[in-house]
Each structure stands twice: as C-alpha cells, then as structure tokens.
C-alpha cells in the first residue's frame, strides 16, 4: 500500500515523499517517474502540488523534468551547499581540505605563473609582513597573498573550491590570533619561502611549503 502524503505544506510533503522513494530504490538513477495523473493519484495530491514538489528536487539536482520525455531520476541524494557544509564542519577539516586544494595549486603556480602572477604573489606577501597591522586586517593580507598563489595556478576550479573555504576561516584565524598569536618572523619566513618556489620554478618545494605551513596552522587548532 503506498503511504500518502497527508499533513501540510503539501509540496514540501510529496518532495519528501518521493525522494524517500527514491532511496529506497523505487526509482533507479535515470528511471524515468510514472505520468504526472498516475504519481499524483498515488501520493494523493493535485497535480499543480506534484509539479511544485518536483521543481523543487530539480533545483536540488534530484530529477531533471525533460520536455516530452518525462521526470527522470538523475541523483540519488540530494547534494548539499557549500554553505550547508562549511557551516558543519570543524576548522581543522576546513584546513585539511585548504592542504589539498593549496599544495597542488603551489605546485601548478610554479610551472605555470606568470611575471603578472608573480608581481602579484610578492605584492601581497609584503602587504601581510607589514608591521603593527590590527589582527582583522592580518588576516586579511595573508588570505590575499594565499589567493594570489592559488590563481597564479590557472585553474578556475581551484580558485573557486579556495574561495568557498576562505569566509569559513576568517573569523576563526582572528579569534586563534587574538588570543595566540604566531611568531611574525617564523610565520612570515615560511610564506617567503613558498613565493621563492614559485619563482625559482621549482613544483616540489612550492607543495612543500605550502603543505608544511598549512599543517603548522592546523597542529595550532588541535
């Protein structure tokens, strides 16, 4: 006997509905759903709500409505945001994923910067050695330069993925700094030496560095 959907709001219901019938296997990856009339009468809603509800999982990547051919199941979980994500997450997890997304694009920058990128990556790394800087604008300077290595990689993807990551990090670094702060010299010394990598060309040493920096920051957080 199919459960029928009975309590309000009915659109929020019935996507509930399906997408439990869609992990139990009622509907396979790329099983095209039964007509509108027949799933309707099925779940015990109107048509009108059973449109909604699967509009609803086809902005969540879930089914995908093709013109002619049916509703078809393309996923079968619904893919959360960054922002969903991030939110739940530890700032250590956020770092470890910093090391993977960070070592690769040092090494790509090496090989791949540019006099432009370079220019860039020595600008920022003197803005962030400035001294007597407030612990926000710190941050700040030091996300700018870890940016500025990450796009001399030329890879949109990594730019992107460091991007998501950045705003979970900042308030996190302010309130570590504020209360222990690292060693300027010995902080600043491991950022010269990743942007001399890059410039010397050398890949191994640039993931290196990057790796080697980014692990002291999240031995500080556990």
């Given at each position: 006997m199919v459960t029928q959907v009975q309590r309000h709001p009915l659109a929020a219901q019935t996507a509930a509905l399906l997408m439990t019938r869609i992990r139990d296997g009622e509907w396979p990856l790329g099983h095209r759903l039964p007509g509108e009339t027949t799933l309707a009468a099925q779940l015990g809603v109107g048509r009108s709500t059973l449109r909604e509800a699967i509009?609803?999982?086809?902005?969540?990547?879930?089914?995908?409505?093709?013109?002619g051919a049916g509703v078809f199941v393309t996923a079968l979980e619904v893919t959360e945001d960054w922002d969903t994500i991030l939110r739940r997450t530890t700032v250590a997890?956020?770092?470890?994923?910093?090391?993977?997304?960070?070592?690769?694009?040092?090494?790509?920058?090496?090989?791949r910067r540019t006099p432009s990128d370079l220019r860039a990556i020595r600008r920022t790394l003197a803005a962030r050695g400035v001294p007597g800087q407030s612990v926000p604008d710190h941050v700040d300077a030091d996300a700018a330069f870890h940016r500025a290595v990450v796009a001399a990689a030329h890879n949109d993807v990594l730019t992107q993925l460091f991007d998501a990551f950045l705003p979970r990090l900042r308030q996190a670094m302010i309130d570590m700094l504020k209360i222990r702060p690292v060693p300027e010299d010995e902080d600043h010394l491991a950022h010269q030496q990743l942007a001399d990598a890059i410039a010397d060309r050398d890949p191994v040493s640039a993931a290196a560095a990057s790796r080697s920096h980014l692990s002291s920051l999240k031995d500080s957080y556990s």
């Amino acid at each position: 006997m199919v459960t029928q959907v009975q309590r309000h709001p009915l659109a929020a219901q019935t996507a509930a509905l399906l997408m439990t019938r869609i992990r139990d296997g009622e509907w396979p990856l790329g099983h095209r759903l039964p007509g509108e009339t027949t799933l309707a009468a099925q779940l015990g809603v109107g048509r009108s709500t059973l449109r909604e509800a699967i509009r609803e999982l086809a902005g969540k990547g879930v089914l995908d409505s093709r013109q002619g051919a049916g509703v078809f199941v393309t996923a079968l979980e619904v893919t959360e945001d960054w922002d969903t994500i991030l939110r739940r997450t530890t700032v250590a997890a956020v770092i470890e994923a910093r090391i993977a997304i960070e070592a690769e694009a040092a090494a790509l920058a090496a090989v791949r910067r540019t006099p432009s990128d370079l220019r860039a990556i020595r600008r920022t790394l003197a803005a962030r050695g400035v001294p007597g800087q407030s612990v926000p604008d710190h941050v700040d300077a030091d996300a700018a330069f870890h940016r500025a290595v990450v796009a001399a990689a030329h890879n949109d993807v990594l730019t992107q993925l460091f991007d998501a990551f950045l705003p979970r990090l900042r308030q996190a670094m302010i309130d570590m700094l504020k209360i222990r702060p690292v060693p300027e010299d010995e902080d600043h010394l491991a950022h010269q030496q990743l942007a001399d990598a890059i410039a010397d060309r050398d890949p191994v040493s640039a993931a290196a560095a990057s790796r080697s920096h980014l692990s002291s920051l999240k031995d500080s957080y556990s």
